[in-house]
């Protein structure tokens, strides 16, 4: 059947969960076929990604392994030598299937509500692959401080992570703490190994507030940014794999692109959510 513009709109009890919880989840938003399209665009993204060891910029931060191909980081397994994929960020631009994302009014329309906006700017969005068996977990963070050198509007960057796995305790579910947005920026921890000062100092997490948030592939989990969040690693013999889009008011560049990327809310009739391009980044050679 098909959607219409204006049915994704926020509700009343998701604003205050948002306000007052810091995140609201909404189950089975993407249809099996839609997961299936966006899984195999996953797939894609990983394969070039892959294809690039000798690209760009090798190093190391923290004791972890990065490589910047132009615009594009990709975060590398945390078993040192490995080359497993762990995040890709920015991606929509790498895949027309990703592209037709941003502007999908599933994820877009809540969120122009949250922000009193008509239209939005994507910020970044990245791809979190988790994979079977090793994959590494999220230690307790917020975003915003990972934000907080170049963008002067924080507090208005919201994210939506799309679940393409259904995802639980056991491959690494997305895990919160309710209400420690309210808090803004908290304190990160200091020393070697902690990727200074990105990760929150457990001294200021009450783990009381902790909820591990288990769905069924294609859901949507809305949360705030400075909402702390993590996630524990990846035993099971199952992939996890998330998109995390975060959006911000029209007019502003993006986090790693470095120009505007607007975002209107499309309720599906667009042409190019049946694409198949992949694409390199222009920069890819060096
Ligand atoms: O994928 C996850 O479980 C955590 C993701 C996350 O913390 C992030 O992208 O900031």
């Not at 969005?125 to 994979?131: A, E, F, H, Q, V």
């Not at 703490?177 to 000062?197: D, F, K, T, W």
């Amino acid at each position: 059947m098909g959607r219409r513009v204006g049915e994704h709109r926020l509700q009343a009890v998701e604003r205050r969960a948002f306000e007052r919880e810091g995140f609201f989840v909404r189950e089975r938003v993407f249809e099996p076929e839609a997961l299936d399209a966006l899984r195999a665009a996953a797939q894609r993204v990983e394969a070039l990604a892959e294809g690039w060891h000798h690209a760009g910029r090798a190093y190391q931060h923290d004791g972890l392994a990065f490589r910047d191909v132009g615009p594009v980081t990709l975060q590398y397994e945390h078993q040192p030598g490995s080359r497993a994929l762990r995040v890709v960020e920015p991606v929509h631009h790498l895949d027309a299937q990703l592209e037709a994302l941003v502007d999908d009014a599933r994820l877009v329309e809540p969120l122009c509500d949250w922000l009193g906006e008509s239209e939005l700017a994507l910020f970044t969005d990245k791809l979190n692959l988790k994979p079977a068996g090793n994959g590494s977990g999220f230690r307790w963070h917020q975003d915003a401080p990972y934000w907080s050198g170049g963008c002067d509007h924080l507090e208005r960057l919201p994210n939506v992570m799309l679940a393409l796995d259904d995802a639980d305790l056991g491959n690494g579910c997305f895990r919160v703490m309710v209400g420690s947005h309210v808090q803004g920026m908290l304190p990160g921890c200091r020393g070697p190994g902690v990727l200074e000062p990105l990760f929150t100092d457990p001294a200021c997490l009450d783990p009381g507030c902790e909820v591990a948030l288990a769905v069924p592939a294609g859901s949507l989990i809305f949360f705030d940014p400075f909402l702390v969040h993590g996630s524990g690693p990846n035993r099971s013999p199952r992939a996890r794999r998330a998109l995390v889009l975060t959006y911000q008011p029209p007019g502003y560049d993006t986090f790693k692109l470095g120009r505007p990327r607007p975002v209107r809310p499309d309720a599906g009739r667009s042409p190019a959510r049946k694409g198949r391009r992949v694409r390199a980044p222009s920069e890819s050679s060096g």
